[in-house]
């Protein structure tokens, strides 16, 4: 998670959009070459405000029900959503969190501050134990952010041994004698978060020389293989990169990438929810500015690394507002409307398209913070509500290590005032988003995000190597492009069955409704 960071404002004037126009699009069947990791639709769970207490844990004595101590709630959505990857525990809080206060008996456990979110006082009774067991009930994989800003090689070369050690070794005993007997499947380990800022205030010259001794020191034990993971760029900031590309090489597996849809980190985020057209135009603009950083950090790794040996991981994205009146300062709890749904669909379309490079993508974050999947009250209640991102997630299951199709679209735009700030042709932001992938079993997936307000679009795909005769989907769209849902009202924008695709041989038209987002299987 970011802290205190300066980068560039845009400024948006005005929006308007033109008359809808047929789009088209050819999509070769036969010629996908990239899988779609499922990683790219991993999610982030950092230890701020009510995303892990009372979020994701309640503990065994609570009134809500729960299992093990884990809201079953929230655990049954998350296990419907088939989440692939689970990183924590930060975010700024990785570097200031010692694991060993989080392991054996939770009454025993030291107390800490959370110094980067309220100072809200942390009591360490979710831990190592808490978070692996859960990643293995949502059958995910963990993803463990290591402490480098505030602690020591040998501190996380401990961590690593107690988690992924089946030897007669000191920290597996340890875990052993704290009631875990085998070792748990970690694989991927971030070596320090956001080192250029709240994780060290680092140059990425000494952050380079740290990587290289932590990286010897976190060492494989047993059948297990670690993935390590470089704290990598703020959007930006292109040397970061080019830096940790030539002083640290082929000894990262991969390297971050953190890229928020926000106005600035000084003064007002914006609402939520209080928006008006110029805003939301303004935010689909900055939201798809994320692909010119992508081709920036890939051509500077291309470099060095033409084979692509080394992944770009965006393990940090989203939407980020201010928070909502009422709540508590420094928890970043926030409403999701269909605005921060489209944003989701437009960037999981974008990271399909550069899957050669990007292998994971982390949205900020999972429960209660940010862009979150899943809203829920306070500890003592039993209340949760899906909200509009999560549809979008649950909507693109199917593209989860499916076969990337490549299509030439011919796409409606809509132009921005202000535009060329985004590093756009003409200031124009396409009006239809499209993705496709096949799966195993030969079924086609294509992705239709409608970014217009006010026109439908009229979408004609040809497959190239493909007559389906059955279609199935789902849509999500609303009202008001500020709608929401909340505990009173839960499903305002929620995705419904679609069944409005006509198909004629190789020919697959689509009406797609202004702001709406359509996901169909085509067999």
Known sequence: MKNLITTVLFSVSAAMSVAAQDVTATIQVNQGTSI????????FAEHLGSCIYGGLWVGPNS?????????????KALQDLKVPVLRWPGGCFADEYHWMDGIGPRSQ??????????????????????????????????YI??????????ELAKWVEYMTSDGDTPMANLRRKNGRDKSWNVRYLGVGNESWGCGGNM????????????SVYCRNYDNHRLYKIASGASDYDYNWTKVLMNNVG????????????????????????????????????KCLQIEDVINKHCAIMNQTDPKKKIDLLVDEWGTWWDEEPGSIRGHLYQQNTMRDAMVAALSLNVFQRHTDRVKMANIAQIVNVLQSMILTDTIGSGHMVLTPTYHVFSMYKDFQNATYLPMNVKTDSISVEGGHMYKMEDGKIPAVSISSAKKQDGTIVISLANTSLDQKQSVELTLDGAQPKKAT??????????????FQHPDVVSAVDFKDTKIKKNIVKIEVPAKSIIVVNLK
């Open 36 to 43: 779609i990791p499922r990683e790219i639709y991993g999610q």
């Open 63 to 75: 009134n809500v029900p729960n299992t093990q101590g884990y809201r079953n709630d929230v655990l």
């Open 109 to 142: 456990r030291p107390k800490m501050q959370n110094n980067n979110w309220g100072g809200t006082i942390e009591d360490n009774s979710f831990g190592t134990h808490e978070f692996l067991n859960l990643c293995e009930l949502l059958g995910a994989e963990p």
């Open 145 to 154: 952010s290591g402490n480098v800003g505030s602690g020591t090689v040998e």
């Open 203 to 214: 140059r990425p010259e000494y952050y380079a020389d740290l990587y290289r001794r932590y």
């Open 250 to 285: 082929d000894r990262m597996n991969g390297v971050s990438l953190h890229y928020y849809t926000v106005k600035g980190w000084g003064g007002s985020k914006g609402s939520s929810t209080a928006f008006d057209n110029q805003e939301y135009y303004w935010t689909i603009g």
């Open 473 to 486: 989907g789902r849509i999500l769209t609303c009202k008001n492009i500020t709608d929401y849902n909340d």
